[in-house]
C-alpha cells in the first residue's frame, strides 16, 4: 500500500524559507506528476506547484519566482523550496502523486508564516 508522507512544515518570519518533502513508502511505479497543493483556513485548496515526468514545472502565480518544486525519482520524493513566504503563504500543504490508474495524498503538513 503506497503512503506519501510529508516534512518540513513549522512556523517561520515573514521573508524566512522552509523546505518540504514528501517521500513515498511502499510500491509506486509509472509516476505522471507530482504536485504540490496548499488549503488555507476558509479556503478551497489550491495548486501551488507540479512537476511531471518530463516538461516544464506549473507554479501558481502567487508563488513564481519564490517556490521551487523538484524530484528525486530514484527515491520517489518531491520537494519543494519555499523562500521569501509571506503570511499568506500560510496554509496545510498537501503533496499529491498521480500514477497511471490512481491519486494519492499525503495527510498534509502546517506551514505557518507569522511574526
Known amino acids: 500500500q503506497v503512503q506519501l508522507v510529508e516534512s518540513g512544515g513549522g512556523l517561520v518570519l515573514p521573508g524566512g524559507s522552509l523546505r518540504l518533502c514528501c517521500a513515498a513508502?511502499?510500491?509506486?511505479?509509472?509516476?505522471?506528476?507530482m504536485s504540490w497543493y496548499r488549503q488555507a483556513p476558509g479556503k478551497e485548496r489550491e495548486l501551488v506547484a507540479t512537476i511531471p515526468g518530463s516538461g516544464s514545472t506549473v507554479y501558481a502565480d502567487s508563488v513564481v519566482g519564490r517556490f521551487t518544486i523538484s524530484r528525486d525519482n530514484a527515491k520517489n520524493t518531491v520537494y519543494l523550496q519555499m523562500n521569501s513566504l509571506k503570511p499568506e503563504d500560510t496554509a496545510v500543504y498537501y503533496c499529491?502523486?498521480?500514477?497511471?490508474?490512481?491519486?494519492?495524498w499525503g495527510q498534509g503538513t502546517q506551514v505557518t508564516i507569522s511574526s
Open positions: 513508502s511502499g510500491s509506486i511505479y509509472n509516476i505522471i506528476r
Open positions: 499529491n502523486y498521480v500514477v497511471r490508474g490512481a491519486i494519492y
